[in-house]
């Protein structure tokens, strides 16, 4: 017999209660079940591209092991890489933004909880989009603050107006959280769009933060960063989308520069700095050879879009607006279902065609709402659209 002690329960903090898995992961898991057991699965549930990083910065990260770069870095991050990144703002926007202002985060998820940390009191909240991505109201309550969900609909883009802001706006908000473009709904914010509201949060007193990290995943109109119409505010941006790097555990976040000291504070102490291998590797990810792959990619992801969403179409699905950018298709399915949950379990087990529902993104009609990421080839879309049109016309006789 064991000498451990009686295994009992240990008391976890409150929050705990509050911080919630992805839903999409049983989906998966029961995907990845199926899968084992001999079925052919096709994955649209999962944000992650499905190309593996592009080769130079695979060789960049082999060549930086070769010379042992091995050890902690500055919390901040490399200097060539913070410096690789202020030129890549030069290059694609033409804009000015000095490395100074530049910190190396483990992710935008990384970035998140800097953030996070930095600007929140208990009770403070910060304002967002229902639907959107739901780990930023998780790293919200870990820090004792709060996420206040706006419910938002096609005809703004699923996205925050001023006059939402204005309205939802009280005692206890700090700011606003935007994504651009968005995840679960691909939609981007316009130039006046992303001034207009880096103005309201300034004469309020509170702060603008933007989720940059799917820009780069455009498929017509350009993704405008917010750093060409202000400096006040507060950006993340990753490796992981456009640069394919998801495994890596690398982003960026920009911040004015009176901030950097105090989040610098803040990354020694979490983390102490990001994964060594991986700065010497994104260094490559701005290389001409690097650009062209990704380019390359971005085209696939252009063509893959336009066949969905005219396919999920056809078949009765409801896609307001063409998104614009991430690789997501955000759709109305209550000509189906007022239970997307159940309608994506039946969907893996009958069709094994595994999909989000809504109710990962929040709770505003999330009943009636599925994500769809294009994540897999040109060809098992067609496979999948093929699947489902099967699995309608099963479900309506
Ligand atoms: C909108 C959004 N922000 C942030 C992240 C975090 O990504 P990462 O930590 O890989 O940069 C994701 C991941 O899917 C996302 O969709």
Redesign the pocket.
Known sequence: MSDLPVSRTIALAERMQAIEPFRVMALLARAKQLQAEGRDIIHMEI?EPDFTTAEPIIAAAQEALAQGKTTYTQALGIPELRTAISAWYQKQYGIDVPASRIVVTP????A?LLLSALLMNPNDELLMSDPS?P?NRHFLRLVEGKARLIETTATSRYQLTPAMVREHWNEHTKGVLV?SP??PTGELLSREQLQALAQVCRELGGVLLV?E??HGMVYGEDAVSVLEVADDVLVLN?F?KYFGM?GWRI?WLVAPEALIPEIEKLAQNLYISVQTISQYAALAAFSPEAVAIHEARRAEFAQRRDYLVQALRDLGLIIPNVPAGAFYVYADVSAFTQDSRNWCLQLLEQEGVAVTPGEDFGTFRCDEHVRFAYTDSLPRLQEAVARIQRFIQTQSV
């Open positions: 944000g992710g935008g998820s990384g998140l991505y780990c994504a968005s995840n989720d990290i799917y990753s992981s998801t982003g």
